[in-house]
C-alpha cells in the first residue's frame, strides 16, 4: 500500500484532542460510530479517542464519507 491510512488523514477522525478538557497530545475523536461508555444515564456519551498515527479497518479517505 502506497500510502500507509493514518487516523490524521481518515474521514472519521476529528481533531479534538479529548472528550473533556484533558488533552491528550497527537490524538483526535474516532467518529465512526455513535459515542460509547455512557456510565450514568445523566452523562454524555465518549468518543474514541485515537492516535493521529492509529488506523483501522474501516479508515476512509477524507472527503469520501458522507
Ligand atoms: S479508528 Fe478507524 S475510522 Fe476511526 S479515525 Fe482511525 S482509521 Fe478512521
Request: proline share 9%; with cysteine; glycine share 6%.
Amino acid at each position: 500500500m502506497a500510502d500507509k491510512p493514518v487516523c490524521s488523514s481518515c474521514a472519521f477522525f476529528e481533531d479534538h484532542h479529548a472528550n473533556d478538557d484533558h488533552e491528550i497530545p497527537d490524538a483526535g475523536l474516532c467518529r465512526f460510530n455513535p459515542p460509547v461508555t455512557q456510565p450514568v444515564a445523566d452523562a454524555v456519551g465518549l468518543w474514541p479517542v485515537v492516535k493521529e498515527s492509529d488506523w483501522c479497518g474501516h479508515f476512509a479517505k477524507e472527503g469520501l464519507a458522507a
